[in-house]
């Protein structure tokens, strides 16, 4: 196949970059393109560190190793995985891509970006000038999401006719891994998420346009921790969350961010005090940000300051629980919040407090 007419020379590194969720046999035409213009491919695998949904189901080393699984072991040393967070900032993002890749490739090597143009997601590869584009042909009718929608099998198929539909769209080491992970308890997670997730969409069927979600979430600091809860429901259950739920009818923001912060904690501070204690808000409108639609909240942050103790909380409505956390404790939570909240914490602490949290 003919995959550029540009007669320079071929590039010390091919990046592809994707959730790959799963590695399909798309993606492995794209690779084997890949190896076979340059001497090594960096695998981007987007959308890391970051809890389990029906769209991202699987970690960045499940994704790792099936990638390395489907390659020849001739190939396997040629190709090499990093983890790259959203970050829901552009920015921010092409430059982890960047830092990522770098550290693999020697000064000044020829770099190239690998993809084919599919829709509006395919748009970041155009954001890395300086890196040889190599837009490939559409290798296959290959698709992640109907994958996806066939492996939670909303009908309740047998396991091996579920299989059956699949084995002719992925490389063997990945369907023996969605085979064995059908067993395991996240699996049953994930479809009880994509269950609630369809009832969400099918609600809004009949509307003339998809509905835009107004959304409320609360940062509060006291005495270095961050107040958190955990999500009673799916989506997201069992989930570390900022406290927040979608604004009523007859509600302003702050009346909506007041009763949340009472539903959910219980937390003992009336609202003059947390008037006097309001830094700002921000408001995070990414539109990949929510699986439950299109979702704009508005962050209120609140610094209480240093008290001899901290307010006494209690989980309630859709929180299973409600706890202050250390911050110095919360990186290491990255893993399990819910949706894009880790992000809004670091962006709220950057943006009110001079704080970045390590990750």
Request: proline letters at 8%; glycine letters at 6%; a negative charge.
């Amino acid at each position: 196949m003919a995959i550029s007419a540009d007669p320079s020379p071929l590039p010390h590194t091919a990046v592809l970059i994707g959730r790959f969720q799963p590695w399909h046999n798309g993606h492995m035409a794209l690779l084997e393109a890949a190896l076979a213009q340059a001497q090594q491919v960096v695998v981007v695998l987007g959308s890391a560190h970051q809890a389990r949904t029906p769209k991202n189901p699987f970690t960045w080393q499940e994704r790792a190793r099936m990638v390395q699984a489907s390659l020849a072991p001739a190939e396997r040393a040629r190709v090499h995985c990093i983890p790259v967070r959203d970050h829901y900032n552009e920015a921010r993002w092409v430059e982890a891509v960047r830092q990522g890749v770098q550290a693999l490739v020697p000064p000044g090597a020829d770099i190239a970006l690998v993809g084919h143009f599919k829709d509006q997601s395919s748009s970041y590869l155009q954001s890395f000038p300086g890196w040889k584009l190599l837009s490939l042909p559409r290798l296959g009718a290959f698709d992640a999401t109907p994958l996806r929608e066939t492996y939670w099998n909303a009908a309740g198929a047998p396991r091996a006719e579920v299989l059956a539909q699949l084995a002719a769209q992925l490389p063997a080491p990945v369907l023996d891994f969605l085979a064995s992970w059908m067993d395991t308890p996240d699996y049953a997670a994930m479809q009880e998420e994509a269950a609630v997730l369809r009832n969400y969409h099918a609600s809004w069927a009949s509307a003339p346009y998809p509905p835009v979600l107004v959304t409320v979430d609360a940062v509060i600091l006291c005495n270095g921790h961050l107040l958190l809860i955990e999500r009673g429901h799916a989506p997201g259950k069992g989930l570390w969350a900022l406290p927040g739920g979608f604004v009523e009818p007859r509600d302003t923001l702050w009346q909506s961010c007041l009763r949340e912060l009472e539903e959910e904690t219980a937390c003992a501070i009336d609202a003059p005090t947390l008037a006097a204690a309001l830094q700002g808000v921000l408001v995070f409108d990414h539109p990949d940000r929510s699986l439950r639609g299109r979702a704009i909240t508005h962050v209120h942050v609140f610094d209480l300051g240093d008290r001899t103790q901290l307010p006494a909380v209690q989980g309630g409505d859709d929180a299973a629980l409600a706890r202050w956390v250390p911050l110095a404790q919360v990186p290491a939570l990255e893993t399990r919040f819910f949706e894009d909240h880790f992000h809004v914490v670091q962006s709220c602490l950057e943006r009110f407090c001079a704080i970045r949290l390590p990750v």
